[in-house]
Every structure is written in structure tokens, then in C-alpha cells.
């Protein structure tokens, strides 16, 4: 059997010497190496960013989202969307356990688990597409793929429905990074608040704020944000466009008395809205870019370009913890639970 | 006279809406709205990851630099590269200050400036070009440029050089927070560590550590790794090439007994050098990328992918008293002000 490397570069094939995630095109053979665990895919959950780019070339067809699906596969080796660079995640059982890992994992064979890894650098073939379920970006298949060593994963609880637990899993990074960076006293603004990462950071920073804070959700729909209110999630709501950075600053302005936001947090899954973010915050204030539709030389110059003397922080999708944390919501918030049940369940 | 918005949007042609950093199109006419100030532009200095690609795409060819650059100008209205999004800065003269600007300006007509803003969102006329030095990025031209009233200046010191200024103004973001990230026992890696932004890192961390730190400098040539060796900026070097993560991440590991980087700075202006920066850094330690080839989907997806709990940072070009402690850098140390004249000057 052959070695691997913890990394998996060994199965990068374009352009050598990179990682899988960056890498052009991985090696999708699904006999695996002595360190990679085999998995019988179930579901493949596509990243926000990614699904909306394929519907938008789709133009919602679900023959034609199966198609660029599958080419990007057989491209790459990987569901890594080209246009966003982003993947998403996946559930299913494992097959498979190389015998390097003995003693290394708790996995056992049979175990249905979420991969906690990017589908951006996850070998996975397609043999078949059953269901689509577009509306929450999740697609069901029959097909193998692959975890390396250094990957990251979550044994599905027992306790909540796996598709509820899969839509929670896949954006657990943003309410545990909401959960470090919030202080008592801060005024929070949620860009996106209403979506499916966004709500959990609200959550999270209302618990975190306290009476002396103030938490402010933005959403882009009346119907979305009016769901954000009945559940409470926040102190203050605004519908706006999230590209209008100077509409969504004016209203900024207005609820926090001038002071303007001490954390931002970007979780919108559309293009330019770097500056709406920055406009949000005060001088020395902190932003957290979630989107992975976020371009890195638009926030970087964008701040330099108003002067602004703001921290901003590259969403990490993992951080210590996050599959407990996000998971957590669910038990504790009947409402939440309700509403992520109703929109990704 | 037509009165303008502070963040210069009266300016913004397509898309409408959004501010001059992100748009594709600026209105570049030089006639003032009344909180504009307007300059003689002297000397354009590009952004090393724009220059570097127009460099490529022009072969070399000055000729064929100045039709790219020219070309840039005429469908932007400014200096914004289209494949790297970068800008760079300009010195140049102040020519006229709109009247509401009266009182809230300390400049003067006559004044030479720096502009620190970046010439991505700088409206820009360029009526014919003078010097090119390509080595140094730095384009001498005949044109004007419109200021905008949000826009970050430093008048040029009279005690240094004018090239020298500018070129050590154009990267003083990043001495700025390394002098701000940067803790006593600190170990710091310096990616790109031998260029322009990279040595001035190199030197403001090497204050801060201390006896119980260490700084590494990373270079890709030998030549550039003896330069800053002998300038004692480090206390240790590794030449590798920045695009090979594993190479560097076992040089880490070798250097720093296992314990990897608290802080990695990454200042290398070529793409593909985020997992480089992720695998040499601890867990809870922290990124900050200042170079402008920066992925945020490849960073974000790369700690992710190796399951790595780092802080990653995006490099604000702008931090309070950043042209002050840069420029400081030059009177400070005679050994690196001798080697950014010969290289920059």
C-alpha cells in the first residue's frame, strides 16, 4: 500500500509541489493510501458562493447544475467551483480506514460522518446525481471520496436531523469566531445576518454583548430580516443592499449614536461589499470577513483608500471547537432550531 | 463649483453606487469639485505585484509597459491593474485645495506630497511619459491627479531623498504592524522577507522580540539573502522558494525546535504562497499578509484544509502614524538606508 503524506500532497497532480487546495488538479482514484480514509458519499453540501455562481450559469436548471457539477470534477478531481475558488462539504460513511491511522482516529467503519475539510481539496468522484435539493445548495449522489490525515471532521450527532446537522456544520466556523471575538459592551454589526451563517453569529453575539452592547443585523429582504426579529436575534434590524456601503454607514451611524460598529461581521455570500464593511466600523474596530465571495486586494485597499485604521480578519473556517459550539446552538435555541430546520432540514 | 462626497463617489462612472476603489470606472477630468485637492503628479510609483505582471505581459518591452499603463488609465480613469486589482502611490505637487477644505487641510499650494492613498481609486491623467525605472517600480510622468478630501497624504520630508521617501512610504503599512503585532519572545517568520516591505518588517520585528525571540528571514535568492544577512536584520535565513510550502515548513520546524511562528509576516509578490505562510505558523498563532498576490479564498480554505487554528490577517496598507514610523526606519539604521538608496533611490 502506498505512503501518503499527511497534507495529501501525494495525490496532487497540477501543479506539482502545491497542496490539494490550491493545486489545479488532484488525483480522484478512489484506491486509497495508507493514511486516507475512504468515504461513500451521501450528500455534497456547495458552498453559498459556489451554488449561487453554478445556478447564475445554470440560470436555475438542475440538468445543467448537474453538468458543471460534474465537469468541475472531472477537471479538477474536486468540487472546487473555478469562478469562486470555494467548495463546500460533504456527508457520508466510512468505507475505508488506512491502516497508518490505526490508533490515530476514533473513526471506525460504518461511522456516518461530515467532513469538516473543503470540498476545494477533497478527491471525490460522481458515479450518479439523485436528488437536488437547490434552495439550500445540497445535493444527494452516489460516490467515493476521500479525507487525508490532516483532515478535520465531525461524527454526526445523534441527536439532531443529519441535514440540519450538515447546514450547521458547514458555516460552524463563524459563530465560534463570533464567540471569540465579541466583548461585552461592543456594538456588533451582522452584514447578511439573515442567512444561514449569519443568524448563528447574531446568536452568539447577543449572548456575548450584554446589556451595555448592542447588536445590529442587516438583511437584504423584508421577508428574511422579519424572520431575524421574530426570533429575536438581534437589537436592531436594516434592511438594505449590502453592496450600498453608504446607505448601510448612514444607518449605522444613526443606531450607534456616531460611534459607529466596534466588530463587524461580513457573512453576505454576493460580491463588493468590503467597503460597506469597512464604512460600518469605527477606527480601531474589528472586521471579520466570512464571505468567501470576499476579495482580499478590494478590503485591503479599501480600508488604505478611506483611511481607515481598521483589524480585518480572513475567515478561518476552523477554529478550536466550532463543530461543538455551532451544534450547541441548536440544542439551546428551540427558535433557531425551528427556523433551520424549516429553510435547510 | 460642484461640492463632492468625502470618499470621492461623485466621482464613480460604472458601476453607480459603489465607491471609486471598487469601481471599474472613475471620471478622471481634472477640473476640482470643492473639496478636492489637485496635483502635478512627478513620479508614479506602482504596486510591486502590478508591475511585476505588467513587467510579464510586456516582456521587458518599456514601450510596450507604457501602452499597458496608458491603456490602464484611459478604461479606469485610474491606475488600477485589472489582473491584480493593485494601484500603487504618486509624489507630485499640490496645484490647487478646493475651498471647503479650507481650515480642515494643513497642505499648501506648492506643498510636495506623497499621496497614500492608492492609485486604484486615485483619478489620474497621464499626458506623457518621462523616465521609466522599471527595477524600482517607479514611473516619471507629465499628468495630474485628483485627492479626495478622505484621502491620506505625507508631505516628503526634507532630510531624505525623494525616490527613497516614496519607495519606503509606498510599503509603510506593513513596519507599522509588525511594530503593532510583534510581542517580547515572539518567534516571527518573514516571507519575502529580503524585499522592499519584507526588510522593513524584519527590522521593526527584530526590535520587539527580544533575547527570548527569534526573526527568520525567508528569501528566494542568494543574493538578496546575503544582502539583508549582512545587514544583521534576522537571526536566521532560509533561501527557499515561497510557493513550496513543505520546504519551508520543515526549515521552520528545524529553526524553531517544533514550535513553529507565533507571527508570520508574508511581504513575497508572487500568488500560491498562502499554505507556505499557514504550514510555518503554530496553532493560535498569526498571520498578517501584506502582499498584494493574496488569495482570500486560498488562505481561507487552507487553514481550514489542514485543519490549522491561525489568526490570518489582511494587510491595511493604512495604521495610525504608519509614513512617521517608516520613515523613522531611514534616520534610525545607516545600514539599511544605504541599501533602499542603492536599491530604491
Known amino acids: 500500500m502506498k505512503k501518503g503524506c499527511p497534507y495529501g500532497t501525494h495525490r496532487v497532480i ?23 480514509i475512504l468515504i461513500d458519499v451521501q450528500t455534497l453540501n456547495i458552498d453559498s458562493a459556489s451554488f449561487t455562481q453554478i445556478k447564475e450559469e445554470a440560470q436555475g436548471d438542475i440538468e445543467k447544475i448537474k453538468e458543471i457539477m460534474k465537469n468541475i470534477v472531472a477537471t479538477r478531481g474536486k468540487h472546487q467551483n473555478p469562478v469562486t475558488g470555494s467548495g463546500g462539504m460533504l456527508i457520508g460513511t466510512v468505507e475505508k480506514i488506512g491502516p497508518a491511522l490505526e490508533g490515530k482516529t476514533d473513526l471506525k467503519v460504518g461511522d456516518k460522518i461530515a467532513t469538516l475539510v473543503s470540498l476545494s481539496l477533497t478527491p471525490l468522484r460522481i458515479d450518479e446525481f439523485l436528488e437536488t435539493r437547490k434552495d439550500i445548495d445540497q445535493v444527494d449522489i452516489k460516490g467515493k471520496a476521500i479525507l487525508f490525515q490532516s483532515g478535520i471532521y465531525a461524527v454526526l450527532p445523534k441527536d439532531l436531523p443529519e441535514n440540519l446537522a450538515l447546514s450547521v456544520l458547514d458555516v460552524a466556523g463563524a459563530p465560534a469566531q463570533a464567540a471569540k471575538l465579541v466583548k461585552p459592551g461592543d456594538y456588533v454589526v451582522v452584514i447578511g445576518g439573515t442567512g444561514k451563517s449569519g443568524m448563528l453569529c447574531l446568536y452568539e453575539a447577543k449572548k456575548r454583548v450584554g446589556v451595555t452592547g448592542k447588536v445590529i443585523c442587516v438583511g437584504s429582504t423584508d421577508k428574511s430580516v422579519a424572520r431575524a426579529k421574530g426570533a429575536n436575534l438581534a437589537d436592531e434590524y436594516i434592511k438594505v443592499d449590502a453592496t450600498d456601503a453608504l446607505a448601510l454607514h448612514d444607518k449605522v451611524k444613526e443606531l450607534t449614536n456616531g460611534r459607529m460598529a466596534d466588530v463587524t461581521i461580513n457573512c453576505v455570500n454576493i460580491p463588493n461589499t468590503e467597503m460597506t464593511s469597512i464604512l460600518s466600523t469605527k477606527n480601531e474596530g474589528l472586521i471579520y470577513f466570512f464571505s468567501m465571495a470576499t476579495s482580499f486586494t478590494k478590503a485591503a485597499l479599501g480600508a488604505e483608500g478611506v483611511g481607515k485604521d481598521v483589524t480585518m480578519i480572513v475567515g478561518n473556517g476552523y477554529t478550536k471547537g466550532h463543530a461543538e459550539i455551532a451544534l450547541q446552538i441548536m440544542r439551546e435555541s428551540e427558535t433557531l432550531r425551528k427556523i433551520y430546520e424549516e429553510l435547510y432540514g
Chains 1, 2 share one sequence.
Not at 497540477?14 to 486516507?36: H, R, S, T, W
Open 14 to 36: 497540477e501543479p506539482k509541489g502545491v497542496l490539494p487546495q490550491p493545486a489545479l488538479k488532484i488525483d480522484n482514484d478512489m484506491e486509497i493510501y495508507d493514511n486516507e
